[in-house]
Structure formats: C-alpha cells, structure tokens
C-alpha cells in the first residue's frame, strides 16, 4: 500500500498473513459470542489488535531514506549498456531497515530493478548501481523510485515514492561509412552528361529528354542539331548541402520492435547524415511530413544551417512512425540542394511525385527497402522494382535493400559505386 491511502484501502497495506490474523480474529469473535467464551473473546480482541496495530506504526513511521538517481551516460546507443546509480542516505530517526528499493523500468531496458537494504543505511550514505542496455531506440522512462517497508511481523507493507521518474535517451546505432555518392560528393551524376548550349543560347545546360520533363524546356535548336528532343536545364545558384529524406510512414514498413523495416532506415538515416557531416557538407534531415527533423538553430533558423550531430541522434530517438499515406513532395522540392533519400514501401505514382518535385538537373539518390523481407512469413519478391524503376528514369540514383541482414556499410558502398548507371543493383549479404 502507498502511504497517504485513508478509509477502508488502509487495510489494503496487510499482507496475506495479516489479513489472515484479522479474519481469524472476526471468527473468534462470532465464536465467543456464540459460546459465551469471554477468555476467547479476549484473544480475539488480541488477534485484531495486532495487524492494526502494527499498520498504524507502519504508516506513521518514517523511513528517514533520501535518495537521488544519476544515469551514467543520459544518452546512449541501442545495444549498449548505461548505468544507473542511486545515491542513499538516512535523514530521519528511524533507521531504515529491512527496506526494499524498487525502481521501475521498462522490459526493454531490462525490467523493474529490486534491491533490499539488509541494514542501516546510516547518515554517511551508500551508493547502489544497476546496469541497463536499451534494446530499442526511444525515450525510455526510469522509475518512480520507492521503498517498501515490512513490520517486524511480516503482518503489513507500506510503500513511499521517493524519486520520480527520469528519462535514457537511446539513440540509433551508427554504422561507419566511407566514400560519396553522386548525389552527395558534388562530382560525377548528372553533370557529366551535360553538354553547355552553344554561343547566345540561355545561360543552363543541355541534355537528352527524359520522361516528366516540361516539354517548355525543349532546346529545339540543339533537338534539330542532334536529331533527339534536349531539354534546356536552367543553372540556379547551388548553395551546396544534403537533404536527408527519411521515410518513417508506418504503412510504409514491416515488422516490429528492433527488428522492423522502419529501425533499419532510421539507423541508416542516421549514419548517413553524420558521415556526410563528418565530410564536410552541410546537412538537414528531413521527415515523412517534409519538416526539418532536428537542427542546431531555433525552428525558423536557415535552412543551410549545420546540424549537430547530438541534435540529430535524439531527434530520430524520439521520432515516432506517422499516419500519412504518403510522402508529400515539399520535402524534396529544393532545387539547390542534393537529395539522399531512405524510402519504405513507395508506390512508382508515389515515387512519380516524390521525382517530379525535383528540379530539372538537381542530384537525387535513393535506397529503397524490399520491407516485405521484414514481414514473417512474406511470400512477396521484391515489390520495390517498379518503384526504382520509376525513380531510376527520372535520372535518380537507386540501390534497393534486400532485408534485415543486409549491412547498411553495403548498401552506403553500393550506392556510391553506381554513379548515373542504370543497372538495377541490389545491397545484400
């Protein structure tokens, strides 16, 4: 029982063998009345005295226990350990005996922690430690902490919040990684096959038309020289940076826990954007909704400012699936940026948008994940072809992620190793 509980949930605080005394207690008391027994009577009257008795210290008494958690480290990677340390000390006059410490935590950080104070914990203090290791990223809850108290008899238990809650932050795992890709190193991609447009044509570039161009940006006179439709592509001022696109839609993944679609993408999310940080360029993630997802400035702060690596890791911590059906555009619509994008189960009409909302000539990569590889009993093989077909034709560069198996270091090479080529490969063990 808490304590600060009145009435009738007073006798919530007995145990079983308490609760046993008083009943016995009720029918000695019948017994005397019914027999006469006066002598009966008076062990009866005994027998009731003793668990109320005993409750009614217990609730009165003070424990004297103080104590404060401190968690070494706040913030850690899944699948690695944190330590939990509860400082104690005795404040009251009444030494805390026989107490019993529990702690709640959650069964993904390893379960409610108990530790019992077999003696005084005296006014010096004393230190006890536990260890937790998140198996899911998120913002896990540690406690309310609170002592529970016993009787010398064992006939009632008191229990008192001591510490409230406090919080473990478990980032996603990040995998190290090596090389660029077109769509993130500034070389290679589409400006290679570029051609410039000759003397006192508009300032941009040409090149061969592709599916979902605007047929108003048609270069007739270089179409009549090369007897192929040329588009004109307009060169804007490129400011430079990477916008990562993570797809966190929960129609969008598989599985569940650790080991669903969705904790692969966001991990890969994350290593992606602090390798390419690490690299030298300017980095925004961005989420399903097309919102920045963490960034080191205030929420109206520009749009090339730098994130920190520390604002990005708890920001995926926290993330939660979303609701929406499909991936807005405006997310990928900045022409003067290049786009990574880490995309669930997309539809190519899907896909179709998400490419039409680039500009013509802007680098664009994607991987895309076969989540069905996520689903148990799966008999679908690879629903994603359409989708990288359709993306691989608007000049993006794909690589497909065959399952959970498949190291996110393979699938980053793979998609550095492809350039502009429009050979379907496919990251796997």
């Given at each position: 029982m808490r304590l600060g509980t009145t009435g009738l949930g007073v006798l919530s605080g007995l145990t079983v063998r308490g609760r046993c005394l008083l009943a016995a207690a009720c029918a000695a008391v019948v017994c005397a009345l019914v027999l006469d027994e006066r002598d009966l009577l008076r062990v009866a009257f005994f027998a009731a005295a003793l668990p109320l008795l005993t409750l009614s210290i217990s609730a009165l008494a003070r424990t004297g226990l103080r104590a404060d958690r401190e968690l070494v480290?706040?913030?850690?990677?899944?699948?690695?350990?944190?330590?939990?340390?509860?400082?104690l000390s005795s404040t009251g006059r009444v030494p805390p005996n026989g107490l019993i410490l529990v702690d709640e935590v959650p069964p993904l950080l390893g379960g409610t922690a108990r530790y019992g104070l077999g003696g005084s914990v005296g006014r010096s203090g004393k230190v006890v430690e536990y260890t937790v290791r998140p198996e899911l990223r998120g913002v896990h809850q540690l406690g309310p902490?609170?002592?529970?108290?016993?009787?010398?008899?064992?006939?009632?238990?008191?229990?008192k919040e001591i510490v409230g809650s406090d919080h473990l932050v478990a980032v996603p795992e990040v995998f190290p990684l090596s090389g660029l890709p077109a769509a993130g190193g500034g070389h290679g991609g589409e400006d290679s096959g570029r051609m410039r447009a000759g003397p006192g044509s508009d300032d941009g570039t040409i090149r061969e038309y592709r599916h979902g161009d605007d047929i108003r940006r048609v270069h007739w006179k270089s179409t009549a020289h090369r007897d192929e439709l040329m588009v004109r592509v307009e060169e804007g001022p490129r400011h430079g940076g990477v916008t990562v696109l993570l797809d966190h839609r929960a129609s969008a993944h598989r599985g569940t826990g650790a080991n669903s679609s969705l904790e692969w993408a966001v991990s890969a999310a994350a290593s992606i954007c602090l390798h390419l940080r690490r690299r030298g360029q300017r980095v925004r993630l961005v989420s399903t909704s097309g919102r920045r997802v963490a960034a080191s400035g205030s929420p109206g702060s520009d749009a090339d400012e730098e994130q920190d690596d520390e604002s990005v890791l708890e920001a995926l911590a926290a993330l939660q699936p979303s609701a929406r059906r499909e991936i807005p555009p405006g997310g990928a619509s900045e022409s003067d940026r290049d786009l990574i994008a880490v995309l669930g189960r997309t539809t190519p009409a899907g896909a179709g948008k998400l490419a039409s909302a680039r500009s013509t000539g802007s680098r664009s990569a994607a991987i895309l994940l076969d989540v069905d590889a996520w689903a148990e009993g799966s008999q679908q093989h690879d629903p994603s072809s359409g989708t990288a077909h359709r993306l691989r034709s608007a000049g993006w560069t794909?690589?497909?992620?065959?399952?959970?198996?498949?190291?996110?270091a393979l699938v980053w090479e793979s998609l550095c190793e492809q350039g502009t080529s429009l050979d379907p490969p496919r990251a796997g063990p």
């Open positions: 480290p706040r913030r850690t990677a899944v699948h690695t350990s944190a330590t939990v340390r509860l400082r902490l609170r002592c529970r108290t016993r009787d010398p008899f064992g006939l009632s238990v008191f229990e794909v690589t497909t992620v065959a399952g959970p198996s498949s190291p996110v």
